[in-house]
């Protein structure tokens, strides 16, 4: 892992045009083909996903990802809602990381109404967003692992991590998964002295975890054996397709929302931006423990740095507004990338038009062009190293 | 027949061990229920926490998650079935070997939950295959499941072999698969299992 090697616009620029998805792979011609349906009842695709994959032997010829077992129409009922009633569905897009889906549409909403965040706000906002990341990153490289058949253990790290921190957000927030904790203009409940002082102590303790994680796999040799070279993505692909958050920083490009916009209070923190080296699922692992390295930074500072004051702008109104006509898209670097929500209103007390921009669906888009040409058992792995969620692929 | 608890206790001391084969029975059923391995949604994230160290569901026996449902004792439906969805859970229920149970696990899998509105989601599993325990929440806190775990060990422990309340799979009239449904041209054809869910009467 070494610093940016590729920055974005020039990728972005060097293969815009003649980029084509390549060519569905020919068959050996011994023994022909054979059609697998991957799911949806498997157990390494995350809910419920189904890949057709064709196979000449044990080599992934074709793949195509089929979509919508968990298509909940997430979208047309927030049409038919009131701003605020679209907040407790947004916790249940991606389900681990409710929270950064909070604050994204939050913000989404804060830009197309106009609406001021109080200072101490943001801070709660960053560090429960950070916690989140600890726990979305722990538990999908705890998931990747058991993917690669070490059942159990690696997971188990992470989700005693996981629970240390789903206690602090039930505490703050009254539910462990489904937080629903952020609102245009603030917070809903203000953090105590005693959760700042508990959360203190969890993020002290974080780092240990980490080392032990790290210990626990980096250089374990049948890790290696699996990971390294399987699964490579190009940055210039990358880029083109769209993919975001960790699966673009494995590929060496250096991009992430939080430098590029500095949303919220991003800018005041130092942090760096870990990148890839070579594209394979072992980078995307990587990168995963070295985000939770930075995302520990950050708490640490803004633990140190959070003030005293409301958590809720005076003026900001939650229920009953309508905002004037006009669109608004906010996004944010959530856990998998970039989570973006766009919003047209007409007026009216409800959205007209509300559209999600979820990493998890885009980032899988390329799905096929990691796995031509990998065995049938790295498909899963490299299915893993995506880190999606199906609540937020299918919506 | 049950033989009677003080005389037990007073057998056992003399290293006499008395019990009925329905007893032996529905222990062994009981202390080893094996869940498929088969996450929905939300709720799933909730039904790996229960497995891991903190809930420990190895205290019931049921640890072992089966990716087959052909090894599989229960179903645990934990999260949202989509209409797309219906079929695929009606038919690993079907493919799961008697005895078999289910937990409705969640909202969703009760009723649709939040989502009951959407013109793609199932309002309910239970309309097309008997749920054993419904466990309300959104999604329910590991205790929950683990409380619906208690429930339906208890539920197992008071089945008797013969007569009327025996198990499906002792009962050669029992109906042992259910029909799939198909995508039809508005809805899921039919729209429920008649067998298994009637329209509930409401009474004003």
Request: net charge neutral.
């Amino acid at each position: 892992m070494t610093d940016a090697k590729l920055e974005f616009d020039a990728a972005v620029g060097a293969k815009q045009e003649g980029w084509n998805r390549p060519p569905v792979m020919e068959p050996s011609g011994e023994g022909g083909v054979l059609e697998l349906a991957m799911g949806p009842h498997h157990p390494s695709t995350h809910g419920v996903f189904r890949m057709d994959v064709a196979l000449d032997g044990e080599r992934v010829i074709r793949l195509k990802p089929v979509f919508g077992y968990l298509h909940r129409n997430h979208e047309k009922l927030a049409e038919g809602m009131s701003y605020l009633g679209s907040m407790p569905f947004t916790d249940r897009l991606d389900y681990i990381c409710s929270l950064t889906n909070n604050w994204a549409y939050a913000l989404a909403v804060e830009k197309l109404t106009g609406q001021e965040v109080p200072e101490r706000a943001e801070y709660l906002r960053v560090i429960l967003g950070e916690l989140t990341r600890v726990v979305n990153h722990a538990s999908s490289i705890g998931f990747l692992i058991q993917e690669m058949g070490a059942s159990g253990t690696p997971l188990m790290y992470a989700f005693r991590e996981r629970e240390k921190i789903l206690d602090l957000f039930e505490a703050l927030t009254g539910a462990r998964m489904m937080c629903n904790y952020m609102r245009f203009g603030g917070c809903r409940v203000d953090a105590s002295a005693a959760w700042l002082e508990a959360t203190r102590k969890v993020v002290a303790g974080l780092p240990g975890f980490v080392d032990e994680f790290e210990q626990l796999l980096r250089s374990n040799e049948i890790l290696m054996a699996r990971c390294q070279g399987v699964g490579i993505l190009r940055p210039d692909l990358a880029v083109n397709a769209g993919v975001t958050g960790p699966l673009l920083r494995a590929s060496g490009v250096n991009y992430d929302i939080r430098k590029v916009d500095g949303y919220g209070i991003y800018n005041r923190f130092k942090f760096r931006v870990p990148l890839g080296d070579h594209g394979d699922v072992y980078d995307r692992f990587m990168i995963r423990m070295l985000e939770l390295r930075e995302s520990i930074k950050i708490l640490e500072q803004a633990l140190k740095e959070i003030p005293v004051g409301p958590v809720m702008d005076a003026k900001a109104k939650i229920r009953g507004f309508r905002p004037k006509a006009g669109e608004a898209y906010g996004r944010i670097e959530a856990p998998k990338g970039e989570l973006g929500f766009y919003l047209i209103s007409d007026g009216g007390p409800n959205p007209y038009r509300y559209r999600v921009r979820p990493p998890s669906l885009i980032n899988l888009t390329i799905l096929e062009d990691m796995c031509l040409g990998q065995n049938v058992a790295d498909v899963v792995l490299i299915f893993g190293s995506v880190d999606i969620v199906l609540g937020e692929v299918d919506r | 027949m049950a033989v009677e608890e003080g005389l037990k206790i007073e057998l056992g001391k003399q290293g006499v061990l008395v019990t009925t084969i329905e007893e032996l029975y529905n222990w062994g059923r009981r202390s080893s229920i094996w869940p498929m391995q088969f996450g929905l949604a939300c709720c799933a994230i909730e039904m790996i926490a229960t497995t891991m160290a903190r809930y420990d569901l190895a205290r019931f026996g049921a640890e072992v998650f089966r990716p087959s449902p052909r090894q599989a004792d229960l179903m645990i439906i934990s999260g949202t079935v989509t209409k797309k969805m219906a079929p695929q859970v009606v038919r690993l229920y079907n493919q799961m070997a008697e005895p078999k149970y289910v937990i409705a696990m969640g909202a969703c899998a009760i009723s649709g939950g939040p989502f009951k509105q959407g013109y793609n989601v199932l309002k309910g599993i239970d309309r097309y295959i008997p749920v054993d325990v419904h466990i309300p929440g959104c999604p329910p806190r590991p205790e929950a499941l683990l409380q619906a775990f208690m429930t339906l060990q208890k539920k197992i422990d008071a089945q008797p072999l013969t007569g009327e309340g025996r198990p499906r799979h002792l009962d050669a009239e029992a109906q042992g698969e259910f029909p799939v449904p198909v995508q039809g041209e508005h809805d899921l054809e039919p729209t429920s299992n008649p067998g298994v869910w009637t329209v509930p009467v409401v009474i004003r």
